[in-house]
Nanobody, 124 residues
Framework: QVQLVESGGGLVQAGDSLRLSCAAS???????MGWFRQAPGKEREFVAA????????RYADSVKGRFTISRDNAKNTVYLQMSSLKPEDTAVYYC??????????????????WGQGTQVTVSS
């Protein structure tokens, strides 16, 4: 069984940076990993994903060039470095694991395990 625990969320100002972490228990080194987010009143949306080697990444257009996903398989941890944050980035951010090597998926239905989420609030 895989368990995912997100951390690193918080309240920041527009233009600030924040790094989210997702610590995994269980064997996730061969899984693709993704970050999704859900703002109040909106559906959960794809943010970024990374394959099991870390060499293939995908991003939503809304975060491309501002967010970077990475992973450290030795630590069973996935990161989401967020820069130039905007108020519209405010959401609960979820980490997810997909039982596939590659390519990492963009659809939430592709993912098999989910964390509880961490709140990110960006003030203007």
């Amino acid at each position: 069984q895989v368990q995912l625990v997100e951390s690193g969320g918080g309240l920041v100002q527009a233009g600030d940076s924040l790094r989210l972490s997702c610590a995994a228990s269980g064997r996730t080194s061969r899984y693709a990993m993704g970050w999704f987010r859900q703002a109040p009143g909106k559906e959960r949306e794809f943010v970024a994903a990374i394959n099991w080697t870390g060499r293939n990444t995908r991003y939503a257009d809304s975060v491309k060039g501002r967010f970077t996903i990475s992973r450290d398989n030795a630590k069973n941890t996935v990161y989401l470095q967020m820069s130039s944050l905007k108020p519209e980035d405010t959401a609960v951010y979820y980490c997810a694991a997909e039982r596939t090597f590659d390519p990492p998926g963009r659809l939430s239905m592709s993912y098999d395990y989910w964390g509880q989420g961490t709140q990110v609030t960006v003030s203007s």
